[in-house]
C-alpha cells in the first residue's frame, strides 16, 4: 500500500497548481484524508481536510482559495490551490486512513514541494 504525492512545482504569485494524492496496492477506498504543508523552521500544519463523503475544512489562511476533492474511482484526492502567495511556499503532505477492505491503516505521502516567487 503507497499514497504518492505530486503536482507540487514553482509559480508566481497569483498563480495555480492542483496537488494529487493517489492510494496505490491493495487499498478499497481512501477514508478522511488531510493535506498538511510545512515550511522551513516551522511546524507541520493542516491546511485542508475531506471526508470520505466530501465533506472539507479549510485552515483560514487558505479558506477561498484552496479546494480539497476527491476521485473515489481513482482512490485520489486533489488539492486545487488558486491565488498562491509566497507564504503558501511549503512542502506539502497528504495524509489518509486507507481501507484495505478488511482494516483501515494511516499513511503519509512523501511530500512534494510548492515554491511561491516571483
Known amino acids: 500500500v503507497q499514497l504518492q504525492a505530486s503536482g507540487g512545482g514553482s509559480v508566481q504569485p497569483g498563480g495555480s497548481l492542483r496537488l494529487s494524492c493517489a492510494a496505490s496496492?491493495?487499498?478499497?477506498?481512501?477514508?478522511?484524508l488531510g493535506w498538511y504543508r510545512q515550511a522551513p523552521g516551522k511546524q507541520r500544519e493542516l491546511v485542508a481536510a475531506?471526508?470520505?463523503?466530501?465533506?472539507?475544512n479549510y485552515a483560514d489562511s487558505v479558506k477561498g482559495r484552496f479546494t480539497a476533492t476527491r476521485d473515489n474511482a481513482k482512490n485520489t484526492v486533489y488539492l486545487q490551490m488558486n491565488s498562491l502567495k509566497p507564504e503558501d511556499t511549503a512542502v506539502y503532505y497528504c495524509?489518509?486512513?486507507?481501507?484495505?477492505?478488511?482494516?483501515?491503516?494511516?499513511?503519509w505521502g512523501q511530500g512534494t514541494q510548492v515554491t511561491v516567487s516571483s
Open positions: 495524509n489518509a486512513d486507507l481501507f484495505t477492505g478488511r482494516r483501515t491503516y494511516n499513511y
Open positions: 496496492g491493495s487499498v478499497f477506498s481512501i477514508n478522511a
Open positions: 475531506i471526508t470520505s463523503g466530501g465533506s472539507t
